[in-house]
T-cell receptor, first 117, second 112 residues
């Protein structure tokens, strides 16, 4: 399977602990996105990378959240000092920038479920 | 700021009924429009997209959507639904910038 892969798929953590999620985008995709989805809502944009550069961050991304894409391939999303409100599905998506609009179509991974207890 | 509104949160239909899910967006410039589907236990998948040209776009599994610029709408349609269409459907818009903004979703349940 050469789709977007995310790890772990499920994470249960105690409040106050740090968690890290990893995303491997579709091979050769230079754009990578993180979204968050809670029950009954659509995906909410968190941040965007073009290659290794983080070009946009949502105001939803508090200081406790940090994302990296050090070599322009895989990405990590770390949440420090987790709170119960952080419980959600964290989705990674990728796309390939081109000369047309094709790079505007994003492809999602299966997501990482976070439960903070 | 961009936003997307999906009118129906839950829709229940019998098999063979026709489907129309409403989607309106807020953005004054050129947009790319999408419908994604999430089947139970699966990840979000692209159903169809509109970038330019013919405002009536066809996607997978017999779905189509019509872009009406004057109404800022991009409604999803299917003439005859099947039980396997039970899923959650998300409308999304990408205007200026890098973000694709999603609606809250519509849960469709098709009765066999």
């Amino acid at each position: 399977d050469t789709g977007v892969s995310q790890d772990p798929r499920h994470k249960i953590t105690k409040r106050g602990q740090n968690v890290t999620f990893r995303c491997d985008p579709i091979s050769e995709h230079n754009r990578l996105y993180w979204y968050r989805q809670t029950l009954g809502q659509g995906p909410e944009f968190l941040t965007y990378f073009q290659n290794e550069a983080q070009l946009e961050k949502s105001r939803l991304l508090s200081d406790r959240f940090s994302a990296e894409r050090p070599k322009g391939s895989f990405s990590t999303l770390e949440i420090q000092r987790t709170e119960q409100g952080d419980s959600a599905m964290y989705l990674c998506a990728s796309s390939l920038a081109g000369t047309d609009h094709s790079g505007n179509t994003i492809y999602f991974g299966e997501g990482s479920w976070l439960t903070v207890v | 700021a961009q936003s997307v509104s999906q009118h129906n949160h839950h829709v229940i239909l019998s098999e063979a009924a026709s489907l129309e899910l409403g989607c309106n967006y807020s953005y004054g410039g050129t947009v790319n429009l999408f419908w994604y589907v999430q089947y139970p236990g699966q990840h979000l998948q692209l159903l169809l997209k509109y970038f330019s040209g013919d405002p009536l776009v066809k996607g997978i599994k017999g779905f189509e959507a019509e872009f009406i610029k004057s109404k800022f709408s991009f409604n999803l349609r299917k003439p005859s639904v099947q039980w396997s269409d039970t899923a959650e459907y998300f409308c999304a818009v990408r205007g200026g910038g890098f973000k694709t903004i999603f609606g809250a979703g519509t849960r469709l349940f098709v009765k066999a």
